[in-house]
């Protein structure tokens, strides 16, 4: 069964692709789930505008990320973390360590995005 994927999914294509799927997986998970929908005539006529809607939310989200790069470049931050001899720092400074020190600066980023 072919279909149309409304988003990425990382075995099969990106987002506005025409998969060929088992049936069995298109009706039962792809489907229900919203993730695709069915190759047909009508939805391949469409699939053009979609695509153009597409990239003008892609054009749209990369000019947000460019603001905020710019925005975070003059921020600095310090995150306090225990260190042994010589400076050696015990753990890592994770994603959520640094999303929460942001969030203190004003910026509300989630931590999947750092």
Not at 8 to 34: C, H, M, Q, T, W
Not at 79 to 107: H, R, Y
Request: net charge neutral; charged share 35%.
């Amino acid at each position: 069964m072919k279909v149309i994927l409304r988003q990425d999914y990382e075995s099969l294509g990106k987002i506005g692709e025409v998969v060929e799927v088992k049936d069995g997986f298109a009706r039962n998970f792809l489907l229900p789930r919203k993730i695709a929908y069915s190759a047909l005539k009508g939805n391949l006529a469409s699939l053009e505008e979609e695509k153009k809607n597409f990239a003008k939310k892609a054009e749209h989200e990369r000019e947000a990320a460019e603001n905020l790069s710019t925005e975070l470049e003059k921020v600095s931050v310090t995150i306090p973390v225990q260190v042994g001899e010589e400076d050696k720092i015990f753990g890592t400074v994770t994603t959520q360590m640094i999303a929460e020190a942001l969030k203190e600066k004003g910026f509300d980023i989630d931590k999947r995005r750092i």
